[in-house]
C-alpha cells in the first residue's frame, strides 16, 4: 500500500488527501467583475450553440496587459475589449488575452468574446431520446458547481468573483427556458423564441443556470413574488405533491434566518438525468425528476421535503451569502443540511428532528471510520468537488447545532441574523461566523470550532455507572476511548450534562441535571443524590457530536428505554441492552417494539433485536410487521434478513407476494428473502423458488423510480452461487431497461460476484467493463461501485482505466478509493472465505443452543 493512504498521524483513519492533492487559493483579482451577459442561439439536434459572452470589468489596478479567463473545449472565435479587436492565446482550458491597452484603475472595460461550442462535456447537458429510450424528453440544462461553468461559457470561475447577470437564449418552439432572475423579454421569431432573463443581485459563476424543455409550469407565491416549479407535461399532481410546501418554507426561512428572501423569484425545475439531487442556482434551482413523488411514494418519502428545503436553505447560505473559496464550503452546506432539521422540528416534532439529527450524525460517522477523517476546513485537495462529502454536509449541520445548544435558543438567531444581515451580497469565510456570533453574543467559540471544525474527529465516550448505597453516591466513569493515553492531542474538553432520572408512577421521569467538564482520557464523577436513580442519562438533551457506549446494569437500561424523555437517549440504551444480550433484554427490546410511542425509537429497537442472537428475538420482531408505521415495517423486514431461519422466511415471503402500502417495505421484503435463501442454499429447491419469485417481480412490479424492482434485484444479488440469478441480473442492466433499475443492477453485479465460478466471474468483467465506456455519471458511480466489491485483481484494473479517462473528479476519486478496498479483499482470499462461512455454521449452532438454554433458565426461574 501505498504509505500516502494511510496517514500515520490519523490514528489509523485514511487519509483524505489522496495522490496529487495541492494546496488550493483563489486567484489573483485583475479586478470586479461586474456583469457578465451570455447572449446564446441552440441547436439542440446538434448538440451544440454559438453566441457571446460579455464581460463588464472595473479594474483593480493599472497596467495590467493580460487578462486570463477559464474557459474549456471551446471554439473562440474572436475578443474584443470595449468593440476593437484583442489578440488572444486559447489551449483548450485557459484564454489568455492580450489588451492593446493596459488597465486604468477604474476605468470600465467590456469584454466580448464570440463562441462555440460542440457536444460539450460538462457544464451544459442536452438530453435527448434515442434508440434504447424513445421517450426520454428533449431538455437542456446546465450544472455549475464547482468549476464547470467555464464548460460552457469563458469567466473567471472561481467563487469569490460576485457579478450580476443576464442570459438572452433562442430555443426551437414549444420549449421554453428558465434562467436566474427575472424574464424581462420574450420575443419570437418564427419556430424559434428567444428569452431574455435578467440577475439583479450579485453572484458567482457557479450559481449561473439555463433550463430548456418543454415543461409543465406550476405557479405559487410567497409575498407577491412567484414561486414556480417546471417539470415534465403529465407530471402536475406529482409537482405539488412534492414541492407544495415551498412558499410555507420560504416564510419559514425568511424568519429564522432574519432576512426575507432576497431574489425576484423562487423557481425549482426538475429535470432528466441530472448528476445531483439538486442545486441551489439563484433564484432557479434545479432538481432531480426522481424526487417527484407519486401517491404511494409520498406515505414513507420525506427525502424529497428535506431536499426541497435544502436548495432552499441555499438562498440565504450559499446564495445570499457566498462562500469566498470551497475549502469554506460548510458553512452553507452545513447549514442546508440544518434547515433539514429546523424544518422538521417545525413541520413535525422535536423528536422527530432529533433523531433526523442522529440520521445525520450517523452518516459523518461511517465516512469518518471507512472512509477518511478530516478537518471541515482544508485547501488541500486534488479537486474541489471532493470536499462534497460528509464532513461538510451532516458534520456540518451538527456543528450548527453544537453552535444552537451552546448559545441557547435566543442567542443563536441573534447570531445569524447577524451574520446573514452583515454579510448579504457578500463572500464570507468561517471566520466571519466566529466574528458574527462573538459580535451578536460576546461569546467566543473558537474553542468549538478548534475542537470540531478546523481538525477531524469527534469524541468517542464509553459511560459506566455504579451506586453506593451506603453513602448515597451516584458514580459516573466517562472514559474517551478516541484519546491517546499519553497525550492530550486527540482529546475533546466540554461541559457536558449528566442527568438521574426518578420514575414516580404514571407521571413522566424527572431529571436532576449536573454538568460536568470532561477533559481527560478517563475521569471518575460522584454525585450525591436523596435516593438511587432510576436511570442515568449521558449529555442530556444529545446535542454534542459523539458516539457513547452506556455500561450500565440491566435494570437501568431497561428503565432509561423505557422513561427517558429523549428519544436519542431510549436509542442509546436499545442499543446497549442488544449487547448485554440474554431473555431479559430481548424481552425488554420486544416490548419497546409494541410500546415506544415514537416510530423513530420503534425502528431502531427492531434493529437491535435482530442484534441479539436469540431465537426469541424472532417473536419479538415479528410483531413489528403490522406496526402502523412503514418506517418500522421496514425496519422490521431489514432485521429478518438477518435472522436467517425458516420462520423469517415464511413472514418476508408473504410481503413479498402480498404486498404492502409502501414500496420501501416491498423492496425491503424482495431484498431480504434472497438474503434468507442463500444462507440456507442446502435446498437447492428453495433457491430455485426465491429465483421464481424475484422474477415475478421484475416482470410485474415496474413503478416508481422502480424502488420495487430494485430490491428484487438485490435479492438476487444474494444469491451469490447461483449462475440462474447471475443470467437474470445480466439480463436487466441491457440499455433500454429503466435507468433507476438499470444502475442497481449494475451495482448488483459486483454483490453477486464473489460466489460466482471463474468462468461466470469472466462474465461479469467482461460486463463491467463494457459498461464503464459509458459516460453517463450515475452509470459510471455503479460501475465503480459494482467493481469495488469484487475480490479480484483484474476489477483493479477497469477501476484504473475509469479513473483514468472519466471527466468527472467524483469518479476518479471513488475509484482510486476502490482500488484500495479490492486490494484489501484480495488478500488470502479463499482461506478467508472459508473461515468465514465456518464461523457462520457455529454462530447459528451457538445461537439455537444459547435460545434453549435461556428458555430453560426461564422455565427453572
Not at 414549444?174 to 434562467?179: D, E, G, T
Not at 459506566?464 to 448505597?469: E, F, L, N, R
Not at 435482530?610 to 412503514?630: H, I, N, R, T, W
Not at 435507468?739 to 466471474?761: D, E, H, K, M, Y
Request: hydrophobic content about 35%.
Amino acid at each position: 500500500m501505498s504509505h500516502s493512504y494511510f496517514d500515520t498521524e490519523n490514528n489509523g483513519h485514511k487519509s483524505f488527501e489522496l495522490p496529487g492533492a495541492r494546496p488550493h487559493y483563489n486567484p489573483d483579482r485583475p479586478g470586479q467583475v461586474e456583469h457578465i451577459f451570455l447572449d446564446l442561439h441552440l441547436d439542440i439536434p446538434k448538440q451544440s450553440y454559438h453566441g457571446s459572452c460579455s464581460i463588464r470589468l472595473l479594474p483593480i489596478r493599472s497596467g495590467i496587459d493580460r487578462l486570463v479567463l477559464d474557459a474549456v473545449n471551446l471554439n473562440i472565435q474572436s475578443v474584443q475589449v470595449d468593440e476593437v479587436a484583442q489578440k488572444f492565446d486559447y489551449d483548450g482550458e485557459q484564454l489568455s488575452i492580450k489588451l492593446d491597452q493596459p488597465t486604468e484603475l477604474g476605468k470600465r472595460i467590456l469584454i466580448a468574446i464570440a463562441y462555440s461550442a460542440e457536444k460539450p462535456q460538462r457544464g451544459i447537458y442536452f438530453i435527448q431520446p434515442d434508440k434504447h429510450y424513445p421517450h426520454k424528453p428533449t431538455q437542456v440544462w446546465t450544472q455549475g458547481e464547482d468549476e464547470d461553468s467555464r464548460f460552457w461559457f469563458p469567466c473567471f470561475d472561481y467563487p469569490g468573483q460576485l457579478s450580476t447577470s443576464e442570459i438572452r437564449v433562442r430555443v426551437p418552439k414549444p420549449l421554453i427556458a428558465i434562467s436566474n432572475g427575472e424574464l424581462i423579454e420574450t420575443i419570437e421569431e418564427g419556430s424559434e423564441k428567444i428569452y431574455h432573463w435578467s440577475q439583479q443581485q450579485v453572484h458567482p459563476t457557479y450559481l449561473m443556470t439555463l433550463a430548456v424543455a418543454d415543461f409543465a409550469e406550476i405557479r405559487d407565491e410567497w409575498q407577491g413574488k412567484p414561486v414556480t416549479y417546471y417539470v415534465e407535461k403529465g407530471r402536475e399532481a406529482d409537482a405539488k405533491r412534492s414541492m407544495g410546501k415551498t412558499p410555507r418554507m420560504v416564510e419559514f426561512l425568511s424568519e429564522k434566518y432574519g432576512y426575507p428572501y432576497a431574489f425576484p423569484k423562487y423557481a425549482q425545475v426538475c429535470v432528466d438525468d441530472f448528476i445531483f439531487g439538486g442545486m441551489e442556482n439563484t433564484s432557479t434551482t434545479l432538481l432531480t425528476d426522481r424526487c417527484l413523488l407519486d401517491e404511494r411514494a409520498a406515505l414513507d418519502n420525506r427525502n424529497t421535503e428535506s431536499l426541497v428545503v435544502h436548495e432552499l436553505a441555499h438562498q440565504w447560505f450559499g446564495d445570499l451569502l457566498v462562500i469566498k473559496h470551497w475549502s469554506h464550503a460548510w458553512i452553507k452546506e452545513g447549514m442546508a443540511s440544518y434547515s433539514e432539521v429546523m424544518w422538521t422540528e417545525h413541520e413535525y416534532s422535536a423528536e422527530e428532528a432529533a433523531y433526523y439529527r442522529l440520521l445525520e450524525a450517523r452518516s459523518y460517522l461511517s465516512e469518518d471510520r471507512s472512509r477518511y477523517r478530516r478537518p471541515m476546513v482544508t485547501h488541500v485537495y486534488r479537486e474541489a468537488i471532493e470536499l462534497y462529502d460528509r464532513h461538510i454536509y451532516e458534520k456540518g449541520s451538527c456543528v450548527y447545532h453544537m453552535i444552537r445548544a451552546e448559545l441557547g435558543e435566543e442567542l443563536f438567531w441573534h447570531a445569524i441574523h447577524t451574520f446573514v444581515q452583515d454579510n448579504a451580497h457578500k463572500t464570507v469565510e468561517t471566520i466571519d461566523l466566529l466574528r458574527a456570533i462573538d459580535k451578536a453574543t460576546g461569546r467566543n467559540l473558537a474553542f468549538l470550532f478548534d475542537q470540531y471544525v478546523y481538525r477531524g474527529g469527534h469524541p468517542d465516550f464509553k459511560v459506566a455507572y455504579s451506586w453506593d448505597g451506603d453513602a448515597n453516591l451516584a458514580k459516573v466513569t466517562v472514559t474517551q476511548t478516541q484519546a491517546d493515553k499519553n497525550s492530550s492531542k486527540n482529546l475533546f474538553d466540554l461541559k457536558i450534562p449528566i442527568g438521574f432520572g426518578f420514575v414516580q408512577k404514571g407521571e413522566p421521569a424527572q431529571l436532576t441535571t449536573f454538568t460536568v467538564r470532561v477533559n481527560q482520557p478517563e475521569q471518575s464523577f460522584y454525585f450525591p443524590l436523596s435516593a438511587k436513580p432510576d436511570f442515568i442519562s449521558f449529555d442530556v438533551g444529545n446535542h454534542f457530536l459523539k458516539t457513547v457506549t452506556l455500561e450500565y446494569p440491566l435494570p437501568e437500561l431497561k428503565a432509561q428505554l423505557e422513561f427517558d424523555p429523549d428519544p436519542i437517549s431510549r436509542i442509546y440504551a436499545a442499543t446497549a441492552l442488544a449487547k448485554k444480550g440474554g431473555l431479559e433484554a430481548t424481552k425488554a427490546l420486544s416490548k419497546a417494539l409494541t410500546k415506544e410511542p415514537f416510530w423513530g425509537v420503534r425502528v431502531e429497537v427492531a434493529k437491535q433485536l435482530a442484534e441479539v442472537k436469540l431465537d426469541q428475538a424472532f417473536d419479538g420482531l415479528v410483531v413489528g410487521l403490522k406496526d402502523k408505521s412503514p418506517y418500522v415495517r421496514r425496519a422490521v423486514v431489514n432485521a429478518l434478513a438477518t435472522i436467517k431461519t425458516h420462520d423469517s422466511y415464511k413472514a418476508v415471503k408473504e410481503i413479498v407476494q402480498e404486498g404492502d402500502r409502501s414500496y420501501y417495505v416491498e423492496a425491503a421484503a424482495a431484498t431480504a428473502i434472497g438474503a434468507i435463501a442463500a444462507a440456507n442454499l442446502d435446498e437447492k429447491p428453495k433457491e430455485e423458488k426465491v429465483i421464481k419469485l424475484l422474477k415475478s417481480v421484475l416482470e410485474e412490479k415496474a413503478g416508481w423510480n422502480e424502488v420495487v424492482r430494485s430490491g428484487a434485484v438485490n435479492g438476487l444479488a444474494e444469491l451469490k452461487t447461483s449462475e440462474a440469478a447471475l443470467n437474470l441480473l445480466l439480463e436487466y442492466t441491457k440499455q433500454g431497461v429503466p435507468q433507476a433499475l438499470r444502475l442497481a443492477t449494475i451495482r448488483a453485479l459486483g454483490r453477486i460476484s464473489v460466489g460466482q465460478t471463474p468462468v461466470n466471474l469472466e462474465r461479469i468483467l467482461d460486463k463491467l467493463a463494457e459498461l464503464a465506456k459509458e459516460t453517463f455519471f450515475l452509470t459510471q458511480v455503479a460501475v465503480v461501485t459494482a467493481l469495488g466489491k469484487m475480490e479480484t485483481p483484474k476489477a483493479i484494473d477497469i477501476l484504473r482505466s475509469l479513473a483514468e479517462q472519466t471527466p468527472d473528479g467524483r469518479v476518479r476519486r471513488y475509484a482510486d478509493e476502490e482500488i484500495a478496498n479490492v486490494q484489501k479483499h484480495i488478500g488470502p482470499e479463499t482461506a478467508l472465505r472459508q473461515l468465514r462461512e465456518e464461523l457462520d455454521q457455529v454462530k447459528k449452532q451457538n445461537q439455537e443452543l444459547k435460545s434453549r438454554l435461556e428458555n430453560l433458565e426461564a422455565k427453572s426461574k
